[in-house]
């Protein structure tokens, strides 16, 4: 008789690995993948002339542009800020910095339509706010500022939160070698920490640029939603579901989902860009 | 650039670091701080940088004040234990960095920093590495571009902070020859801080032996080896044996031992300690004596014995395998040591009474 050498089968040192991405697989398929698909699928039915033409309507423009305007607006405010406070939680001791640190949540947890009351509450004639700008001739309650303001709001949180852990853990000793090397404080941030964060940092304004173009509860509160005017993309889409027109509906749909998919090809290359210098790490 | 420093105190949290530290450094010499992780070295090289402040104390830099300057003025080349590179940079952008820095009236032009950079890359022997980052180089050659990037701004003074802790020996051992050059060919006065008492003879003109916060004892190796100023230096010089004696007429005695090669001390009598270097020791055949061989390990050119004693305790001892009289397991020898360091035992048994010992 021969031996009949037995094939060795490597064990997993890890165990679990085929149910565990499997139920992964089924999750992301059922919440995410499906959802999508049909949105591209009803799209693809309704036809090129027909979808060209319901997306070039006057009234579906001017809710992209007011959308992307905003978007973009809210953006920029957000960049600026969020840089600066993830500096101040990350750089600074002070009494109530954990507070605040706390606080930097309240937007992700608060439930978007009490954010949508309590601005327009503020903004309005006769609010806090608004007792002051309105005679100033500034309004933002029903205009573009208004709807910039409530997405400013909803999406404060992820420059913070995206650029205070990369801050926290930067080396500290890099530094101390740009300050004995004689950088001053500006030239340490510009050349040396700045560069560190930007990927991060760019991460963190992408999304919450999509962040911005996606949001609805607060802004249908305060823009007063005046087609042609204070009509975000969001809401026209959910109009149009009110109508019964599905075909309206998932023609904007797509199209904020083609800004999303950009955005996040962009925030993707954008960071392969800054992070370009990892190489063999 | 003479560094002068006299009582610098520090103490992390109540944790005393630093307790009093008085030390000038010459024009142009080449000093290493040694001592123990803990013992402040790295607390004091940093103070001196700029990068922690004492609670006390003074340092004085060729004539100023240098702890009304801060780190930036005071132009010192600074080199991290884990060299501290600027990863998005390339080795020319990380040299070029203090130069390219400077406030535009201060600052050379592009093609004079391009020079110094290449000058240093030749120096340093990088110039195939210039345009990596340092994510692409080895620890040896990032440690190279660390001390590149120092040297740039033509430093008063060089600090480096456990320069070759994170390499292995071979390239530990070429550095240290290249860093002796560097120095050589630049001249800058020179302060480094190690764990390793090799590295620390090998490179340094003088070596400052710190513990726990304290300078214990400065002088060459030579210095430090034959004369041990405390136990704790004794110790950390390889003088490991370390047994208890009587202390008469300046001399150590005690059971087994043959103090006779030690020359006379000026040591008070009573209690004390004599520390003996494991290779120092002959062994001397003597039915009378306490220790005896239990242990006997070749290496080829050296037999490492193990002798246990009159209390159980038991000492190494080392001898050349083809030169020394041949010995037995299970028998017993008087120890008769060529060099050591006598402590009386009095004020804790500690550092009070330094002796000199030696054949």
Redesign the interface.
Known sequence: MTETAAPIRAKRVLPGFTLSLGTTLLYLTVIVLIPVAALILKGAEIGPARFWSIISAPRAIAAFQLTLIAALIATLINAAYGLLMAWVLTRYEFPGRRLLDALMDVPFALPTAVAGLSLTALFSGNGWFGQVLEPAGISIVYTIWGVAIAMTFTSIPFVVRTVQPVLEDLDPSLEQAARTLGASEGKIFTRVVFPQILPAYLAGCTIALARSLGEFGAIVFIAGNLPFKTEIAALLAFIRLEEYDYQGASAIALVLLFFALVLLVISNRLQAWAMRYRGAE | MTITIKGLTKSFDDTPVLRGIDLTVRDGELLALLGPSGSGKTTLLRII???EWPDAGQLVVAGEDWLAL?????????V?Q?Y??????TVRDNIA??LS???RAARPGNAEIAQTVDELLNLLQIEHLAD??P??LSGGQRQRVALG??LA?RPSVLLLDEPFGALDAAIRRDLRRWLREVHEKTGSTTIFVTHDQEEAFELADRVVVMGDGEILQIGTADDLYDAPACPFVARFMGAVVELPVNISDGRATARGLDASALPVTSAPDGPGRLFLRPDSIALIPDPASPWQLSRKISTGADLRLTLLGPEGQEIPVDLPRRSAPPVEISQTYRLRPSVGALFSDDAAGAAATPIRLSA
Do not use: D, E
Not at chain 2, 70 to 78: H, L, M, N
Not at chain 2, 84 to 89: D, E, G, K, Q, R
């Open positions: 940088a700029g990068l801060s780190a930036q003025q005071r132009r010192i080349g600074f991290f884990h501290a590179l600027f990863p998005h940079m960095f203090g820095v400077r406030p990596r980052h994510a692409q990037r120092a701004i």
